[in-house]
């Protein structure tokens, strides 16, 4: 057969719909499990976030193509910008979808239609999709900014620990292995996992009251502070129970609780939400020895394969971590007077916020953040310092 007598596939194409959440939900849900999409990818997550933050404005594209769902955005709806679904407390964002082709082609579809500004924070891709969706949509918009936004950093726990503390410089060994020891002096340390369901309304209580216990509470940015954060954890907790994905982590000193880490864990990844630990244990530094014990436990279980920290990186994360992620901003917006003005905005917006996060420490972001929200009127939370 001559080359010119192969036939060629045609380009599949997408049809894109915009619908309501409790119309998408089947189909959003049954893509999900297909794909194996991580918790805060799933409706369970994006429903609770955007009843606490931003209700009746969430909705959900979905792309289809030959009658079957292969790539699922959702979004919230506003003026003058369309927004992912993101906050201080969303690990990630990602289009969840089949393969990297249908997950381009629907941003490709979105990007090239949108009337309105569209950014997509937290963005979850691989670099060479990246590299990919940006030459896919050079010539779609006249405003257009696709670009690394922050680092994620994850430990794999395959091997075994002596081999893991084998690779690290021998000052950080040693300060692994004096973590424990050095908590152990200040008390009784007792280490627990909870993930019973019906344990879980009064043990969240005490640890959403550590978390509050210092400069948080203070400064007014605990997940107790505010009534919306506080409704979002107890019912994305209360989910991800009933899905057997919650593990909520703890170290007690002489009985009391010093330290929690609020996780999820799903298809062998252990993801590390939220952090907190009480400040009058500070001098026993029971959250560091907490996060040690954790990435230990890691290779000692087989169902384990990595550990993702989630959120900025820390000293901490560098030193147990084994690999990093990168995230993206992706920016869209069309052409005209009005156009520029939103792509002004938020390109000013998206620089003044890659500064702060490489002068300010996190406590100083906090501060600024919930200062930010009470100024607008608003939950803690609604965007990135």
């Avoid at 969706?133 to 002596?162: E, F, I, K, Y």
């Avoid at 864990?265 to 939400?273: A, E, F, N, S």
Wanted: include cysteine; charged fraction near 25%; hydrophobic fraction near 40%.
């Amino acid at each position: 057969m001559r080359m010119l007598d192969v036939p060629t596939r045609p380009a599949a194409t997408t049809q894109v719909v915009m619908l309501d959440p409790a119309t998408a939900a089947v189909d959003w849900e049954r893509l999900c499990q297909e794909t194996s999409a991580a918790p805060f990818h799933r409706p369970g997550w994006h429903l609770r976030w955007a009843d606490a933050f931003a209700p009746g404005r969430l909705r959900v594209l979905l792309g289809r193509e030959d009658g079957r769902v292969v790539a699922a955005l959702p979004v919230i709806v506003g003026r003058p910008l369309t927004r992912a679904p993101v906050n201080g407390h969303t690990p990630e964002f990602a289009v969840v979808a089949v393969d990297a082709a249908s997950r381009r082609r629907l941003l490709a579809d979105v990007v090239g239609r949108t009337s309105r500004g569209l950014v997509l924070d937290q963005l979850q891709l691989g670099e060479q999709e990246a590299a990919e969706l940006d030459w896919a949509l050079a010539s779609r918009v006249r405003h257009l900014d696709l670009g690394p936004a922050c680092q994620t950093v994850a430990t794999d726990v395959s091997g075994s620990w002596n081999e893991f503390l084998a690779t690290m410089r021998p000052d950080r060994r040693r300060e692994l292995r004096r973590s424990l020891d050095r908590t152990a002096r200040h008390g009784r340390v007792g280490l627990g996992i909870h993930r019973d369901e019906r344990d879980l309304p009064g043990l969240l209580a005490d640890c959403l009251a550590v978390e509050a216990a210092g400069w948080k509470g203070r400064e007014g940015t605990a997940i107790v502070s505010h009534p919306a954060t506080r409704r979002f954890y107890e019912r994305m907790v209360a989910w991800a129970a009933v899905q057997g994905w919650l593990e909520l982590r703890t170290l007690r000193l002489d009985g009391r609780l010093a330290a929690i880490q609020i996780a999820l864990r799903h298809d062998g990844v252990l993801y590390l939400l939220k952090t907190g630990y009480d400040e009058r244990f500070a001098v026993a530094a029971p959250g560091k020895a907490l996060q040690h014990e954790i990435v230990r436990d890691g290779f000692a279980d087989p169902g384990l394969s990595r550990i993702e920290w989630l959120g900025d990186e820390g000293e901490l994360k560098r030193v147990l971590g084994t690999r990093s992620r990168t995230l993206y901003r992706l920016a869209a917006h069309p052409g005209g007077p009005a156009g520029s003005l939103t792509h002004l905005a938020s390109s000013s917006a998206r620089r003044s916020g890659d500064w702060a996060r490489s002068h300010l420490p996190p406590t100083v972001r906090a501060r600024l953040r919930a200062a930010r929200a009470r100024v607008q009127g608003r939950p803690p939370g609604g965007g990135h310092v």
